[in-house]
T-cell receptor, first 110, second 112 residues
Framework: GQQVMQIPQYQHVQEGEDFTTYCNSS?????IQWYKQRPGGHPVFLIQ?????EVKKQKRLTFQFGEAKKNSSLHITATQTTDVGTYFC??????????FGAGTTVTVRA | DGGITQSPKYLFRKEGQNVTLSCEQN?????MYWYRQDPGQGLRLIYY???????QKGDIAEGYSVSREKKESFPLTVTSAQKNPTAFYLC???????????FGAGSRLTVL
């Protein structure tokens, strides 16, 4: 079952604004991965975080792994229409499977 | 270009029929996976295979079957025992020792 919970489930953003989506767990995670799925498409790997407190940036996207390795966040600045889609976090379970959160679906108002 | 090919893209099935979804990869990946996606529920693991001729059940294996006779191929059969088979099915693969997934374009199954 799901080991990570994502909030919010839906995010409606005005173009140009910033927003953050969160991925939370009650247990310590070995790693966090983030994927993006465009409408009608398939998930595409964005990034992997492994270290406590790790922060990685990809252009306007900032990914963070919490100090306790129980949560992660994705922050998008100056949202564009190309950011539309569903963002999933995923974590490696004890039996080496990836367990995905339910996703945050992002829509953008132009 | 290397990648994962899923077929068919769309499939319609009558109740009581088995259907097989194809997944082929030319990435030379050892591990392959099948996920089911329903609205609002994310991705749920059906079956996975770390090596040829071996596979394990995921979280929702009931009503599904797989085989892994070749490294490149991991077909999924949705049997008549699956009570709610209408969904989007995603195949994925990963390199040995890694856990980053590469996904195929998916197959959308509708039961009429």
């Amino acid at each position: 079952g799901q080991q990570v919970m994502q909030i919010p489930q839906y995010q409606h953003v005005q173009e140009g604004e910033d927003f953050t989506t969160y991925c939370n767990s009650s247990t310590t995670l070995s790693n966090i991965q983030w994927y993006k799925q465009r409408p009608g498409g398939h998930p595409v790997f964005l990034i992997q975080l492994v270290k406590s407190g790790e922060v990685k940036k990809q252009k306007r996207l900032t990914f963070q792994f919490g100090e306790a390795k129980k949560n992660s966040s994705l922050h998008i600045t100056a949202t564009q229409t190309t950011d539309v889609g569903t963002y999933f976090c995923a974590t490696l379970t004890n039996d080496y499977k990836l367990s995905f959160g339910a996703g945050t679906t992002v829509t953008v108002r132009a | 270009d290397g990648g994962i090919t899923q077929s068919p893209k769309y499939l319609f099935r009558k109740e009581g029929q088995n259907v097989t979804l194809s997944c082929e990869q030319n990435l030379n990946h050892d591990a392959m996976y099948w996920y089911r996606q329903d609205p609002g529920q994310g991705l749920r693991l059906i079956y996975y295979s770390q090596i040829v001729n071996d596979f394990q059940k995921g979280d929702i294996a009931e009503g599904y079957s797989v085989s892994r006779e070749k490294k490149e191929s991991f077909p999924l059969t949705v049997t008549s025992a699956q009570k709610n088979p209408t969904a989007f099915y995603l195949c994925a693969s990963s390199a040995s020792g890694a856990n980053v997934l590469t996904f195929g374009a998916g197959s959308r199954l509708t039961v009429l």
